[in-house]
């Protein structure tokens, strides 16, 4: 079946039922409210209902009726992404940290300086190989469609992968595409280089040959230019503004069309790397300074000196998962193999240059205090359970998801002392160009549980119960969100068809707001042994962004906080997770399971 045979097939993502939405909307707030809140609440729901809420919900209906695909594709991409206004750098960008080499050589093993290494250069052409392997099978629609128990999934984030660029804009970004170009970017100390990866004829070229170019590019010796590529880790505002200024400036619109038309960026990193596996990830999340990323290209690889590799990523054109399952395919089949290449002329790689005056130096400073200060504040730890993973927790007879988001869930009870809001991404992808859902797993039985466990006159049959009990309940609540019908994204829809001076208490109440404060905000990745961690920012300063990974002897997890909160601490998250892990295995075996 060729890739995207499905795409014709599948539904529009449907405008829920407003009566369902409030009814599961105000089972979602009961974490959130005291008894009397609940009930004026419930006044206030009532009220909509009756009121405006039909109005709304019939505005809603007409515009869906005009959308081509989705009556919430245009305004998830500008108003989730493209219009916020915050740095993509660790605010929004994700990384993805491989595995290493099979074929690591042992000199490389035991620590390198400064400098780039053979070994570095193989391993990124490889990477460069594979990736463009696994985009032949996109474009020539070999890529197995995706399919659930369901039903087919959407494909298009598959078109999202590669030549996409996110381009800065007052007020609102732009997202360009151009997936048929034949060159690639690399980036060494901020100097960018357009490398062909295809002959004149569309040919691949061979590993050998892009080594070559790699090599030769890290061996020559060029005036350093002003590290242009560290303003897109700026605030949108002041990355437009610069951009636009640059754009003014001699042939400047041409490199930066260079840019926005590579098909990926290589990033070749001198410096040398924390060996621990955290500190992987924090240089492929940010490079430690913001410098050698150009942070709006959808997918960049990143190198370092002694070979390990992982991938950043610009969130708006697509979700992590996609691009996780080019990473999870190009790394399981290293060390790489040569493509079918022809005879035909390759163009040589070439340095782009950069005009720039007085303006541009003076906000290149800005940028770096800019991003010296996001950088210091982002607290990175991927952590490594061994304990147990999947095969353990089935004997629980419950998802191996759920089992995380409940631990998540007393993690942060047992260190803050009360349930925080949860969000976790329920996929959408069973729609036509369906993207992410808001599963809230704070559900009234999860908090029932993380009561609970930390009640001593609870026993052990009890626990475990209500622990069963949450974890169904989550299962339902992402099971009914994947299926479009969440309460977010219609809350939002509502939300944007009212007319001006419009409103309503169900919007503006406290627990409107309070039930969906994120301070756990949560993504699952599949369980790929070839991947070592994912993780993105925390969305509230005073809480946490971490993505899992549930495989079948350990749980992976990466999580990050601001070190300037003075309640939040990824390393004492992690120590508590731990602990909570191994009270669940207590738990279980108490029980005889």
Not at 33 to 62: M, S
Not at 296 to 318: F, L, Q, W, Y
Not at 338 to 354: D, E, I, R, S, Y
Request: glycine share 6%; proline share 5%; aromatic share 10%.
């Amino acid at each position: 079946m060729r890739t995207f045979e499905n795409q014709t097939k599948l539904p529009k993502l449907p405008v829920p039922d407003l009566k369902k939405t409030i009814e599961r909307y105000l089972v979602s707030i009961k974490p959130f409210a005291t008894p009397e809140e609940e009930q004026e609440y419930k006044k206030i729901c009532q009220d909509f209902l009756l009121n405006l809420g039909p109005v709304l919900q019939q505005r809603l209906i007409e515009h869906d009726q005009k959308q081509p695909i989705s009556w919430l594709e245009d305004w998830w991409y500008r108003l989730a992404y493209l219009s916020w206004r915050e740095s993509v750098l660790v605010h929004s960008n994700w990384y993805i940290i491989a595995q290493p080499h099979p074929q690591t050589p042992e000199t490389v093993r035991v620590g390198i300086r400064t400098g780039y290494t053979d070994f570095q250069i193989q391993r990124a052409a490889g990477l460069t190989s594979l990736f463009l392997d696994y985009k032949h099978l996109i474009d020539t629609e070999t890529l197995e469609p995706e399919t659930t128990k369901q039903g087919p999934l959407c494909m298009n984030q598959y078109k999202q992968i590669f030549g996409v660029t996110r381009v800065p804009k007052p007020e609102c970004d732009i997202i360009v595409k151009h997936p048929d170009s034949k060159h690639i970017v690399l980036l060494l100390q901020d100097q960018i280089f357009v490398v062909f990866v295809y002959d004149q004829d569309g040919k691949r070229i061979k590993i050998q040959q892009l080594e070559k170019y790699l090599e030769c590019i890290a061996m020559v010796t060029v005036n350093k230019q002003p590290s242009v590529p560290l303003l897109s880790g700026q605030h949108r505002d002041d990355w437009a503004r610069d951009h636009i200024h640059l754009e003014s400036l001699g042939n400047n619109k041409d490199s930066f069309k260079w840019i926005e038309t590579s098909l990926f960026a290589v990033c070749l990193d001198h410096k040398p790397v924390d060996k621990s596996i955290s500190g992987l990830a924090r240089n492929t999340f940010h490079s430690g300074d913001g410098h050698n990323r150009w942070f709006d290209k959808s997918i960049s690889i990143c190198v370092t000196n002694d070979g390990r590799a992982g991938m950043n990523g610009e969130h708006s054109p697509c979700d992590a998962l996609v691009p996780a399952l080019v990473l999870d395919y190009a790394v399981k089949r290293e060390p790489a193999q040569n493509p079918q290449t022809g005879n035909g002329q390759v163009k040589k790689p070439f340095l782009l240059k950069w005009t720039v005056d007085d303006h541009v130096l003076e906000h290149l400073e800005s940028a770096q205090e800019y991003c010296n200060k996001t950088i210091q504040d982002s607290d990175v730890i991927v952590h490594h359970f061994k304990g147990y993973g999947s095969d353990f927790i089935k004997r629980l007879k419950v998802s191996p998801d759920a089992f995380v988001q409940m631990c998540l869930q007393l993690t942060f009870y047992r260190i803050h002392g009360y349930c925080a809001g949860v969000y976790e991404t329920s996929s959408t992808r069973q729609f036509l160009h369906g993207r992410t859902e808001t599963c809230r797993s704070l559900t009234p039985a999860a908090k029932a549980f993380v009561l609970g466990f930390n009640n001593p006159t609870y026993s052990v049959q009890k626990k475990l119960e209500l622990f069963r009990t949450a974890c169904k309940a989550h299962v339902d609540y992402i099971r009914m969100s994947s299926q479009g019908n969440g309460v977010d994204r219609h809350l939002l829809g509502l939300r944007l068809v009212l007319k001006d001076k419009e409103t309503h208490p169900i919007f503006t109440h406290p627990l409107f707001a309070r039930s969906s404060k994120w301070q756990l905000s949560t993504s699952a990745l599949f369980s790929g042994d070839n991947i070592h961690g994912t993780g993105f920012g925390t969305v509230y300063h005073d809480g946490y962004g971490m993505n899992y990974m549930v495989g079948k002897k350990m749980i992976k997890i990466g999580v990050e906080s601001k070190f300037s909160d003075p309640h939040t601490s990824t390393d004492k998250f992690i120590r508590t997770l731990q602990s909570i892990y191994c009270e669940m295995q207590v738990l279980a075996e108490s029980a005889k399971l």
